[in-house]
T-cell receptor
Framework: GQQVMQIPQYQHVQEGEDFTTYCNSS?????IQWYKQRPGGHPVFLIQ?????EVKKQKRLTFQFGEAKKNSSLHITATQTTDVGTYFC?????????????FGTGTQLKVEL | NAGVTQTPKFRVLKTGQSMTLLCAQD?????MYWYRQDPGMGLRLIHY???????AKGEVPDGYNVSRLKKQNFLLGLESAAPSQTSVYFC???????????FGPGTRLTVL
């Protein structure tokens, strides 16, 4: 079945440092989404990427979708304590994906002052 | 507009007991999903529904049953709970026009 892996599993940074998480799928995706889950909370939708090579920005967050539509990344510039949480990617298979998303394993970000 | 709600928030069961988790959404969404979240494993799909009266298996359906008798409600049942079902359970819904899923606050279940 489809697998979506994320690296790293954990990242501990000092406030102001940059952070990147990478998402890799074993199959080609029709789109990829990113979600953020604060500690003790539930996943909240951040963004969706659809086109090959697409790049989208949300303030300090930059999202990329790979040319082959099998990988994606989320980069946060100058992290803040409000960025703490677990970031998940989620993709729908290009063929046979049906109505399901496959979620990545997540990257837990901790930010120290 | 409450979005997606889940009851209960917490529950402790003994092995072999049964229970039902309720998910309700007020966004008139067609699709609803049940996930479990375990450390280091992300969110894994248990069952889902594409409309009232329909259900389908996800990635980890064994030991669970679901029902969608009303469009706004999606029930997840555990007939005979096992310690391996200790987890946080999230319900999500989405409309037919977008892949964006809206999650409920979760139910933390412990099976002793």
């Amino acid at each position: 079945g489809q697998q979506v892996m994320q690296i790293p599993q954990y990242q501990h940074v000092q406030e102001g440092e940059d952070f990147t998480t990478y998402c890799n799928s074993s199959t080609t995706l029709s789109n990829i989404q990113w979600y953020k889950q604060r500690p003790g909370g539930h996943p909240v939708f951040l963004i969706q990427l659809v086109k090959s090579g697409e790049v989208k920005k949300q303030k300090r967050l930059t999202f990329q979708f790979g040319e082959a539509k099998k990988n994606s990344s989320l980069h946060i510039t100058a992290t803040q304590t409000t960025d703490v949480g677990t970031y998940f990617c989620a993709g729908r298979k290009l063929t046979g994906g049906g109505n399901k998303l496959t979620f990545g394993t997540g990257t837990q970000l901790k930010v120290e002052l | 507009n409450a979005g997606v709600t889940q009851t209960p928030k917490f529950r402790v069961l003994k092995t072999g007991q049964s229970m039902t988790l309720l998910c309700a959404q007020d966004m008139n969404h067609e699709y609803m999903y049940w996930y479990r979240q375990d450390p280091g494993m992300g969110l894994r799909l248990i069952h889902y529904s594409v409309g009232e009266g329909t259900t389908a298996k996800g990635e980890v359906p064994d030991g669970y049953n679901v029902s969608r008798l009303k469009k706004q409600n999606f029930l997840l049942g555990l007939e005979s709970a096992a310690p391996s079902q200790t987890s946080v359970y999230f319900c999500a819904s989405r409309s037919m026009w977008t892949d964006t899923q809206y999650f409920g606050p979760g139910t933390r279940l412990t099976v002793l």
